[in-house]
């Protein structure tokens, strides 16, 4: 496997709409192994495919936490996230229903060293590919939830920032012009 470049705000590729995939070959699940392994090195809990430069409609997703000895550590996760085998690699994925609001402190492999509240819907189900091509429809809720419509926007052209007011939009962005990005700070930011 190998690790990818990880494109960052301004790049061109995040401000496409991504292209919906027409199979699912072998090429396209290196490319989500390559994506998974790129994401946990970051680290990251999701990744999309323009993140890393190419404009297709996949993501790869795992909000798990584990513990020192490798095990999943579930304090937190619902009982709709602990149900979802993870790591996700979803191909074509399409939100088919949102409920309920929630908020979140959200920060992005693409804008690093950023963090800003944003609002999602709490429970979204979505319709996928899986990576073999198969058809999988998925119920959630919680952190899985808000990082799947996270990864989703990015299918769209679509950074968390563009979810903010236009102030704090604005700011961020001048800021990124005049100052490129600061380093993160691993424990304030959630890399979705």
């Known amino acids: 496997m190998a ?5 960052t705000y301004p790049e061109e590729v995040l401000k496409k709409v991504a292209k919906p995939i027409k199979a699912v070959t072998e090429e396209l699940r290196v490319l989500a192994a390559n ?8 680290p990251g809990i999701g ?43 979803l191909f074509n994925p399409v939100i088919t229903k949102k409920e309920g609001k929630t908020e979140f402190d959200e920060g992005c492999l693409s804008v690093p060293g950023y963090v800003e509240t944003v609002q ?20 959630t809720d919680g952190l899985l939830a808000i990082c799947i419509q996270h990864e989703l926007d990015h299918l769209d052209g679509k950074l968390f920032i ?31």
């Open 35 to 42: 994506m998974l392994e790129t994401m946990y090195a970051a």
């Open 162 to 192: 563009d979810r903010l007011s236009t102030v704090k939009r604005s700011l961020i962005k001048s800021k990124i012009k005049k100052y490129g990005y600061p380093e993160p700070d691993e424990d304030k930011q959630h890399n979705l």
């Open 47 to 89: 990744l999309a495919a323009p993140q890393v430069g190419e404009s297709i409609r996949l993501v790869v997703i795992d909000t798990r936490m584990k513990n020192d000895d490798g095990t999943v550590d579930t304090t937190g996760m619902t009982d709709l996230e602990v149900g979802i085998k993870q790591p996700l690699k």
């Open 3 to 7: 690790l990818l470049k990880v494109y």
């Open 120 to 139: 999602r819907s709490n429970y979204v189900e979505i319709e996928a590919l899986d990576e073999f091509g198969k058809p999988l429809t998925l119920k």
